[in-house]
Structures are given as structure tokens and as C-alpha cells.
């Protein structure tokens, strides 16, 4: 459908219901300012208006919740003697991740900086902060858990043991990249 069809429908539907002609079209109320991107404002105009949305109908959005904008991939490997976890953190340097284990869950936690200068015009990679929770099942020996930050994926290996670890456990991320 084109624009000047979809207006024509718009005007009649209008017309349907109020008996009224459509009134003119006025200036734009909220233009969008000339030092921001197109995009990211509209996206952030869309992001308020969901917020909005959410409180109104008495729904807690994500950030609300506490989660993160974005998850990275991740691969579940199990073995006869260990579960290996690849989480996919290109670009997030060593001193930006943290895991811990806790009561059968293993949380990742990460930070990838954004992009420095510059408008972005086109954007698929994710920035900023992230929350993984994983639930893992029985028999995970945390007190021997390992981690490791190879080639942009934090390798971690949990091997098999009786049962969940009591408390909360840090894992220490060894980066191997140069």
C-alpha cells in the first residue's frame, strides 16, 4: 500500500467515526534534534513510550526487573565429567566480566564499552552492561569450577561432583588473550 492510499484510508475510517473530515495535518510537535541520529532518537522516543506503556497497564519492564538490555550466545556442553560453558564476549576486555555460582545458578556478568566518537549509523553489536543467570543441574562441583577468556569466548568449565556447592562461589577469569 502506499502512503497516499494508506492516508486515504486513514481519512475515511476518520470520517466512519467522528462524521468529521480529517483535520490537517500541523507542524511536528517534537522534531527531532539536528545533533542526534534519526534512529536512536526515534528508538529512544520508543523506548519511553513502552516504559510508559508498562507503568499504565501496571507491568515491570526489563530494566525494571533488574535484567539487561542484552544477552550474549552461549553454548552448553556437557561431557561425562564436566558441563563446559562457552559464552560468546567479543570485545570485553578480561577486567569487565565476572562469574560466581550460587545456589545451582552460575551468573555472568559483563560490561562491552561503547563505541568511542562518532555517530553511529548502523548498529548489530550490543554495548553496555549484561546479566546471565543459568540455571545448572545437580552434581556441579563448584569449588573446582574454572574460567578462561580465549578469542572473544570466557570458556567455563564446572565439573560434575555431588550436589550444589554451598553459598556463593567467585571464579576466577583467566584471559589468555595477548
Known sequence: MQVEQALDEVGRLYR?????????P???AHPIPQDRDPADYVQSQLNTLFQAGCTLFGY?????LGQSGWTPRVNAVESA?????????SGIPATEL???LSAGVLTVRGRRPQTDGGAVRHCEIPSGAFILRLPLPPG?????SQAQLRDGLLIMRLPKGDGYAEGERAIGI???NK
Open 26 to 28: 500541523r507542524e511536528t
Open 140 to 144: 556441579v562441583d563448584g569449588s573446582r
Open 81 to 89: 565429567r564436566e558441563w563446559r560453558i562457552e559464552v560468546e564476549v
Open 60 to 64: 515491570r519492564s526489563q530494566a525494571q
Open 16 to 24: 466512519s467515526i467522528t462524521g468529521a473530515e480529517l483535520p490537517e
Open 174 to 176: 583467566e584471559s589468555t
Open 98 to 100: 565476572a562469574a560466581q
